[in-house]
């Protein structure tokens, strides 16, 4: 659902920005304070399906898309925001779906592939077959070195891949497997670490949570019924866990302070484990896709496609307000209207 010309919104791998793709161009936000730092007219570039920008730098990986694109969607494009031009131009076989980035690599994301890149030269280092993944799922952690994609072993698992694999290398470490769920995977996430990985499925109800280092796994109530789930996310130090779904609910729940999060009344199967509800939650616009983002503080933020910033502080006293449940509204913005930081 795009509203305000906005097709899509990515965060920065450290959360501080986020990128707006549009009709009319591309857009770079600060998350707090909420300022516009970039705007790329489309004239110049076209219009935006999706971009992902490379943590602080000037550097953002975009794919054309919508009413004016200016490339085809075969390629993707490493544009500089200072200089306000193509530096590089990576074409691939097949319609590239995402695109995400870290300091030294590329990651194009296919119907049912996954291509490793060097950055910034665009060699190709890998190419890794998924299961069929309309909805681009992935995630990667550059600190860890670890990306996450659906298997192709079976409906329901996830790869966990090294982010330094190369087909060319004589040896490599055969990826972990894991059996997440046992629908399709829409959502996936891992913190900066590379300790937590969150999984939800196309049923939407639960989300799995994985540590790699115990091997335990946790499971989530986000609620009884069935939602899309559009995004996971956790906070920098992992101390929770964000989830946003078509339902209008973004949850949040307590990794560190377990005893925050209710367990759900209801009744697991024998041998799972019981479940676990989120301690906060507040509304946003229902059936509108939107990322959510922690930042300093106990704050949280979601960045709607509807053009709403959200943002919240997150409280620990069991309060339920109008706004939310064991939070409170800080700001609310329409950021499609806000100008540019120097204008």
Not at 14 to 21: I, K, L, N
Not at 109 to 120: C, D, G, H, M
Not at 197 to 209: C, E, V
Not at 302 to 311: N, Q, R, Y
């Amino acid at each position: 659902m795009a509203r305000r010309g906005v097709m899509s919104v990515k965060l920065n791998q450290d959360q501080e920005y986020f990128t707006c793709a549009t009709e009319d161009g591309l857009r770079i936000f600060h998350m707090d304070p909420l300022v516009q730092t970039f705007y790329v007219d489309g004239s110049k570039i076209g219009s935006v399906r999706c971009a992902e920008m490379r943590f602080r730098s000037n550097i953002v990986a975009l794919i054309s898309g919508g009413n004016r694109p200016l490339y085809d969607d075969r390629t993707v494009i490493l544009w500089d925001m200072l200089k306000e031009k193509a530096v590089t131009k990576v074409v691939v076989k097949e319609p590239v779906l995402d695109v995400k980035m870290a300091t030294d690599r590329l990651v194009v994301i296919l119907r049912s592939k996954v291509i490793l890149l060097a950055f910034p030269s665009g060699e190709t280092l890998a190419e890794i077959t998924t299961r069929d993944n309309p909805n681009a799922v992935c995630a990667l952690s550059h600190f860890s070195r670890k990306l996450i994609i659906p298997s192709k072993k079976s409906r329901g698992s996830i790869q966990i891949e090294d982010l330094d694999k190369d087909d060319a290398a004589p040896q490599s470490k055969p990826p972990l497997i894991l059996q997440a769920h046992a629908n399709d995977i829409i959502c996936l996430a891992i913190n900066p670490t590379g300790e937590f990985i969150a999984t939800a499925s196309t049923q939407g109800t639960n989300i799995h949570l994985y540590n790699t280092v115990t091997k335990e796994l946790k499971k989530l109530r986000r609620g009884v019924d069935k939602a899309n789930i559009y995004c996971l996310n956790f906070s920098k130090d992992a101390s929770y866990l964000s989830c946003s779904s078509d339902k209008g609910t973004v949850h949040v729940w307590s990794l560190k302070d377990l005893d925050l999060n209710p367990v759900s009344t209801l009744k697991p199967l024998v041998g799972l484990p019981n479940e676990i509800k989120s301690y906060a939650s507040f509304t946003v616009t229902a059936e509108c896709a939107c990322l959510c983002s922690f930042g300093p503080g106990d704050a949280i933020y979601a960045v709607c496609l509807d053009g709403s910033f959200h943002k919240y502080k997150l409280g620990r006293d069991g309060s339920q307000t109008d706004t939310g449940r064991n939070c409170f509204r800080v700001s609310y913005d329409v950021y499609p209207n806000l100008g540019e930081l120097y204008d």
